[in-house]
């Protein structure tokens, strides 16, 4: 479970917060969904939540550790797969696996079976042994999302996760994410892709100009349009049409 209170960030030489006060808890056993505009403050929210950015107020727990107290330990509970890939060129991809499973502490026999198990499920246990540097993007990507995997996180985190992926290793990332849900972890990840949010997300939290403009199911999301607006049929709408409506609604109201 990932909760943040009151979460505020604003960047050296930037006259706006790129997160304003946000509060958010990200429950376990839920795929959780973070949609909005570019810009919108995702990939901040998740730089702070994982240790990665010091927020200027607001606090962050991860499984009810506190990230600025006890951040090594608040970091093994996680796992973080980046919005951009760059890896660290020069290594093969197996030194690279084994160095994040050394920084973790994982036994031969487990790092084993997870790279195994996963470099197999998303087609890369040909180049192990290759150098990342000779990588293409998608499989820079997959290589991280094995890495984010091999100390077997209680929170999975993915920034943007399905871009440059193909159709079978976008199949197989969803695939583990219920895998994952099922067996109680936490999943939460950003994505532009309304279809891939609208299939995969039990629960979402939509942000625009870094404050959460909603969160809750997709129904509910629907029902609250109809609540407000009056309209019938929300639940023919797709979800896309939802979000551009969601955050014009909301950007009438604050400016
Ligand atoms: N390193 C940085 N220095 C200064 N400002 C930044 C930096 N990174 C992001 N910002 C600003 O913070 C705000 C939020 O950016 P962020 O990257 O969190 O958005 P995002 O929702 O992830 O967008 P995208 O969908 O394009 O990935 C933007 O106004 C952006 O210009
Ligand atoms: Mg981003």
């Given at each position: 479970m990932i909760e943040l209170f009151n979460i505020s960030k604003t960047y050296a030489k930037s006259d706006r917060k790129a997160v304003d006060s946000l509060s958010l808890k990200i429950p376990d056993g839920k795929i959780f969904g973070f949609l909005g505009p570019n810009g919108a403050g995702k990939t901040t929210t998740i730089r702070v939540f994982c240790g990665a950015l010091e927020p200027d107020s607001g606090t962050v727990l991860i499984d009810g550790i506190p990230m600025a107290e006890r951040p090594l330990e608040a970091k093994r509970h996680l796992g973080l797969v980046h919005d951009n890939p760059e890896l660290f060129n020069r290594l093969k991809a197996n030194e690279y696996l084994n160095f994040v499973a050394d920084v973790f502490g994982i036994s031969a026999e487990e790092r084993r079976l997870r790279i195994q198990e996963y470099s197999g499920r998303f087609g890369l246990a040909d180049v192990l042994s290759a150098s990342i540097g000779g990588f293409s993007r998608g499989m820079k990507q997959k290589l991280g999302v094995i890495a984010s995997l091999i100390h077997d996180p209680s929170n999975w985190v993915l920034d943007?996760?399905?871009?440059?992926?193909d159709p079978q290793s976008a199949f197989e990332l969803k695939e583990i994410m219920r895998q994952r849900t099922k067996a109680g972890r936490c999943v939460f990840f950003s994505t532009h892709v309304m279809e891939v949010a609208e299939k995969v997300c039990d629960e979402l939290a939509i942000i625009d100009k870094g404050k959460i403009i909603f969160t809750g199911t997709i129904d509910a999301l629907r029902r609250r349009r109809e609540g407000v607006e009056g309209r019938k049929g929300a639940e023919e709408e797709s979800l896309e049409r939802l979000f551009l409506e969601l955050v014009d609604s909301s950007r009438g109201e604050t400016t």
């Open positions: 943007e996760p399905m871009v440059g992926l």
